[in-house]
């Protein structure tokens, strides 16, 4: 089994900063691509950002300048950071990996999602 498990999220105001993180453990035995996305209510998940495992990242239109992504691969974690934060950041996150298991399986997993909120 393997497990994502995001931290960071809170209740920021408007220009603002936090920083995401997500870890992942269990039964791995290569991360490829990271990254993260997004879900507002009423609205469907969107790209973030994500970041393969030799560090080649990209970002969603509407976040680019403000977020970065980094990773961790000897800890098996992804960071989001995130600056000048605007009310339409508001969002519940989540991580996701695209990985291969000790069993040989290639898949991908999701983390249950961290909230955050940006309001003055």
């Known amino acids: 089994q393997v497990q994502l498990v995001e931290s960071g999220g809170g209740l920021v105001q408007p220009g603002g900063s936090l920083r995401l993180s997500c870890a992942a453990s269990g039964s791995i035995f290569s991360i490829y691509a990271m990254g993260w996305f997004r879900q507002a209510p009423g609205k469907q998940r969107e790209f973030v950002a994500g970041?393969?495992?030799?560090?080649?990242?990209n970002y969603g239109d509407s976040v680019k300048g403000r977020f970065t992504i980094s990773r961790d691969n000897a800890k098996n974690t992804v960071y989001l950071q995130m600056n000048s934060l605007k009310p339409e950041d508001t969002a519940v996150y989540y991580c996701?990996?695209?990985?291969?298991?000790?069993?040989?399986?290639?898949?991908?997993?999701w983390g249950q999602g961290t909230q955050v909120a940006v309001s003055s």
């Open positions: 970041i393969t495992s030799g560090g080649t990242t």
């Open positions: 996701h990996a695209d990985l291969s298991t000790i069993a040989g399986q290639i898949t991908n997993y």
